[in-house]
């Protein structure tokens, strides 16, 4: 079955620490996405890549840093530089720029906790 | 004016009733839009989309468009307590951007009573 993957599924850290999320996609998808998302409030867009070897900042994109270097993997690193990281991170996919589709699918998350 | 807007809720519905979920946006321009269903403690998955002003049916859901009024809704019928979850409500703007930019509603919390 194609779906998105996300580990771990749970993650804690101690301030100062940095910290790599991963996504991975066998959906065959050209764009990929990362949105935080804290409590009561809507995603919110880190970082997005349209094709392997190129990303762009999202909307709050200060304190993390991302890779493409593969079509299916898009990590996520959270640097000691994010103030308050603890949140709910998802990964997302879509077909790509142009495909004339837009509909997102997500991964199931990743629950991280920096104390 | 948020991009996206829904009523938080909660709204609370007794089971087999008709759940009413709203959304507006502000990009007159935006032709797709999406339906999320975000079970607590769980990743957002996509119920709808619809792209036509008018009604779509799938089942037990039907969304609705008006791309005059910017607005566009969510119904439930017979609603189950498996229903309860939160809902986003997903615009893709219309305007030029270096990415298919899509814009989420913070979400509206439903509860079916038994």
């Known amino acids: 079955d194609g779906g998105i993957t996300q580990s771990p599924k749970y993650l804690f850290r101690k301030e100062g620490q940095n910290v790599t999320l991963s996504c991975e996609q066998n959906?065959?998808?050209?764009?990929m996405y990362w949105y935080r998302q804290d409590p009561g409030q809507g995603l919110r867009l880190i970082y997005y890549?349209?094709?392997?070897?190129?990303?762009q900042k999202g909307d709050i994109a200060e304190g993390y840093s991302v890779s493409r270097e593969k079509k299916e993997s898009f990590p996520l690193t959270v640097t000691s530089a994010q103030k308050n990281p603890t949140a709910f991170y998802l990964c997302?996919?879509?077909?790509?720029?142009?495909?004339?589709?837009?509909?997102?699918?997500f991964g199931p998350g990743t629950r991280l906790t920096v104390t | 004016q948020k991009e996206v807007e829904q009523n938080s809720g909660p709204l609370s519905v007794p089971e087999g009733a008709i759940a009413s979920l709203n959304c507006t946006y502000s990009?007159?321009?935006?032709?797709?839009f999406f339906w999320y269903r975000q079970y607590s403690g769980k990743s957002p998955e996509l119920i709808m989309s619809?792209?036509?002003?008018g009604d779509k049916e799938d089942g037990r859901f039907t969304a609705q468009l008006n791309k005059a009024s910017q607005y566009v809704s969510l119904l439930i019928r017979d609603s189950q307590p498996s229903d309860s979850a939160t809902y986003l409500c997903?615009?893709?703007?219309?305007?030029?951007?270096?990415?298919?930019?899509?814009?989420f509603g913070p979400g509206t919390s439903l509860s079916v009573i038994p």
């Open positions: 997903a615009v893709k703007l219309d305007r030029e951007t270096s990415y298919d930019k899509v814009i």
């Open positions: 890549s349209q094709i392997v070897n190129d990303f």
């Open positions: 619809i792209y036509s002003n």
């Open positions: 997302a996919s879509t077909k790509g720029l142009g495909q004339g589709t837009y509909e997102q699918y």
């Open positions: 990009d007159r321009g935006s032709q797709s």
């Open positions: 959906l065959n998808h050209d764009a």
